[in-house]
Structure formats: structure tokens, C-alpha cells
């Protein structure tokens, strides 16, 4: 593609010549080659600055020497390109076409013709930079947005991999104290948290899944915690998956539901769990309301872990496309927390 470019602008440049030529005194292989020295000097001050002046003074921030090299050569040049037009012009009959007669002020006149060499051949050096420096912040935004990918990715696979050890700790710690009055009621948690385990090793491991799949995960976690809750306790889950299969990152809502258990569980009073997820149209509203029981200042378990996988997950997934609101009432008894996401 790059070389492709090159060869077009060039083939016009030294095909430039035969537009004047035609007008004079008739194309000829002598006249043609002898006009085509502009457009090879051209070539020889923009490769010159494309290969070596540009990546290795100006890039390498020599910028003095840089300018001092461009300004010789583009001078030297107009001069050899001056000095050429004179023989050409009195060995082959090139450029003054029939009919010609010099000007008064012959010295002003090829003054202007020098100034303008001099205009083209900065033209090609500029030219050149601005190519070569465009291709280098190509390169350099290139990597700079792989770089970014994979740190991303690195934090995702991080904070997944934390979600682990902290989902199997609440759930395990349930486990614990189901054994100790009904272990038919504790198996049966056992083989639920395999079909957990299950969606953890191989689901999770996806960059995406399908709401349902989401929504059984909730619906297996949720059925495990209310084995061992008292009839104090109430839970309620709502889900109305108008899209089954848009897809979702694995495991986002699941720090929440965590969350709303931990807190809003009373351990002697009534207390509630209210869980709501929706979507439709582009939108997964996932609405979480608990009883506000906070832990006291001795049960540091989790040490807000979740809330804070869950925010970071947001950023990492979906930056700029998602809302969460959270925090208690005016009365501070129940907990509030309502994440929507534009996919």
C-alpha cells in the first residue's frame, strides 16, 4: 500500500515535465531527460530525509543539525538545478520555447527561479517529516492502544481470579454452619455449589455470556443462601429477560447479591432481600434493596472487596455505558443499590 503511494506521486512528478514540453519546441528523449533532473532531485532530498535526516537527527531530538542539513542541501541543489537549466538550455535547446527572448532583468528573473527551486525541494523535505512523523505517532498510538488493551485484560483476568477465593469463602462459611443441624440439607448445598463451581471454571473463564445463563447463576446462588435463613428473612427474586441471549460479563452482579445477604440479614429481628434484574432493548438494569444491618467494627470479613471488584469490573467492561446508584435510605435502614447498563 505504502509502496503503491510512493510510486503514483513520483510516476506524476516525472511525468509533470511533458505538460510543458509539449508547448515548446517538441518532445524529445534529450529534452525530456534533461527536465526530468527537478522531479530526481526532488526524490533524492525527500528520501534523504525520509530514511536518514528525519529518523535519526529530528526524531532524536538533533534538531539543530537536522535543519542546518536541509537548509545546505535545498540551497546547493537550487544552485546545481540553476547551473543545469544554463547548460541544458545552450547544449540541447530545452526549455525556452520558440519565440523566446530573455528579459530585461534576465539576473531577477532566474533569482525567482532559483527561490522557487528552493521552495520545491524544502517542500519535498517537509513533505518527508511530515510523513515519517505521522507513520512513527501511527506506530506509537498503535502500541500505546495494545498496551492498553492487555493491562486491561490483565486487570479483568486479576479481578476475576479474585472473585474466586471471595465467592467460595461466603459460600463455604454457609456450608460450615449448615453441617451442624441438617447435613441432607448441606449435601444439597454441596451439589449446588458444584453447579456454582462449574459456571465459575468454564463460564467465567468467557469474555461474555448470555443473560440466562447469568440469571441461573443468581437463581443457584440465591437458592444456596436461603437454605440456611430462618423464617425471618425474607427473599424475593425478580427476573424478566426480555433478551435471553444478549450477552453480559460473567459474574457482575454476583459481588452485589453477596453484598446484600452479608448486610441485610438480621441475625434476630425480620429482615429483607429484594433482587430485580431486567432487560430489553439494549438495557440490563440489575435493582438490589436489603434491610440495613451493617457489621460491627470487629467483622472486617471481606473488607469491601466486592463493591469494589464490582466498580472496577464496570470500568473495565463497560466505561462510559453503564449508571450505579447505591446507598441507604433517608432513615438508614435499607440499602440501595441499582446498576443499569447501556450494552
Given at each position: 500500500m505504502i509502496?503503491?503511494?510512493?510510486?503514483?506521486?513520483?510516476?506524476?512528478?516525472?511525468?509533470a515535465p511533458l505538460t510543458f514540453l509539449n508547448h515548446g519546441n517538441g518532445v524529445t528523449p534529450q529534452r525530456y531527460l534533461a527536465a526530468c533532473v527537478t522531479p530526481l532531485l526532488q526524490m533524492v532530498v525527500f528520501y534523504t530525509n525520509y530514511f536518514l535526516l528525519t529518523p535519526k537527527l529530528f526524531m532524536?531530538?538533533?534538531?539543530?543539525?537536522?535543519?542546518?542539513?536541509?537548509?545546505?542541501?535545498?540551497?546547493?541543489?537550487?544552485f546545481v538545478l540553476h547551473i543545469w537549466m544554463g547548460y541544458a538550455h545552450s547544449h540541447f535547446d530545452t526549455f525556452p520555447p520558440e519565440g523566446y527572448s530573455p528579459p530585461r532583468h534576465e539576473a531577477l528573473t532566474m533569482s525567482l527561479f532559483v527561490l522557487r527551486d528552493m521552495f520545491y525541494l524544502g517542500l519535498s523535505a517537509f513533505m518527508a517529516a511530515t510523513v515519517v512523523l505521522a507513520m512513527n505517532w501511527q506506530k506509537s498510538e498503535t502500541a500505546r492502544c495494545a498496551a492498553e488493551t492487555a493491562r486491561t485484560e490483565a486487570e479483568l483476568n486479576n479481578l476475576r481470579a479474585q472473585i474466586k477465593p471471595h465467592?467460595?469463602?461466603?459460600?463455604?462459611?454457609n456450608i460450615y454452619a449448615l453441617v451442624a443441624f441438617d447435613?441432607?440439607?448441606?449435601?444439597?448445598?454441596?451439589?449446588?455449589?458444584?453447579?456454582?463451581l462449574r459456571h465459575i471454571l468454564y463460564d467465567n473463564q468467557q469474555p461474555t455470556i448470555t443473560m440466562s445463563e447469568e440469571i441461573a447463576f443468581l437463581e443457584n446462588y440465591i437458592h444456596l443462601m436461603q437454605i440456611r435463613l430462618s423464617d425471618n428473612v425474607e427473599v424475593t427474586f425478580q427476573a424478566e429477560c426480555a433478551q435471553p441471549q444478549m450477552p453480559i460479563a460473567p459474574m457482575l452482579f454476583i459481588s452485589l447479591v453477596e453484598n446484600a445477604f452479608k448486610h441485610g440479614i438480621s441475625a434476630t429481628g425480620k429482615s429483607f432481600v429484594h433482587i430485580r434484574i431486567e432487560n430489553g432493548n439494549g438495557y440490563v438494569t440489575c435493582e438490589i434493596e436489603n434491610s440495613n444491618?451493617?457489621?460491627?467494627?470487629?467483622?472486617?470479613?471481606?473488607?469491601?472487596?466486592?463493591?469494589?471488584?464490582?466498580r472496577k469490573r464496570?470500568?473495565?467492561?463497560?466505561?462510559g455505558h453503564y449508571e450505579w446508584?447505591?446507598?441507604?435510605?433517608?432513615?438508614?435502614?435499607?440499602?440501595?443499590?441499582?446498576?443499569?447498563?447501556?450494552?
Open positions: 509502496i503503491g503511494l510512493h510510486v503514483a506521486a513520483w510516476t506524476v512528478l516525472f511525468l532524536r531530538h538533533h534538531r539543530r543539525m537536522f535543519w542546518t542539513l536541509n537548509i545546505v542541501i535545498v540551497v546547493s541543489f537550487s465467592f467460595l469463602l461466603n459460600t463455604l462459611n447435613q441432607a440439607k448441606a449435601q444439597k448445598a454441596i451439589y449446588e455449589l458444584s453447579q456454582l444491618n451493617p457489621k460491627g467494627r470487629s467483622d472486617h470479613s471481606g473488607h469491601g472487596i466486592g463493591l469494589r471488584q464490582v464496570l470500568e473495565l467492561s463497560y466505561a446508584t447505591c446507598g441507604t435510605d433517608e432513615n438508614d435502614t435499607v440499602y440501595k443499590s441499582k446498576i443499569t447498563i447501556r450494552t
